[in-house]
């Protein structure tokens, strides 16, 4: 199954639920700073992503959205 997450870094406070519960270890704080002084998360490999959602159940800012292709079409990822 191929998915794709996106995450909105300026909703992002650096939280690091996803980062802790991502079973494919893809999400990382970034470096920069986003417009609210936080460490937003950023993905770092989304052809690993399998569209699992646990980011996005994880994420008490509603910050990712999740596409989940079950047939394993690209997603434009």
Excluded: H
Excluded at 22 to 40: E, M
Excluded at 47 to 63: L, R
């Amino acid at each position: 199954m191929k998915g794709k997450i996106e995450i909105s870094v300026e909703l992002c406070k650096g939280c690091e639920f996803c980062v802790i519960t991502c079973p494919q270890k893809i999400i990382v704080l970034s470096d920069r700073f986003n417009a609210t002084g936080y460490f937003p998360a950023v993905v770092t490999e989304m052809a690993k992503c399998t569209g699992c959602a646990i980011c996005a159940e994880m994420c008490p800012e509603v910050a990712i959205e999740v596409w989940r292709d079950e047939r394993g079409q690209d997603l434009g990822i």
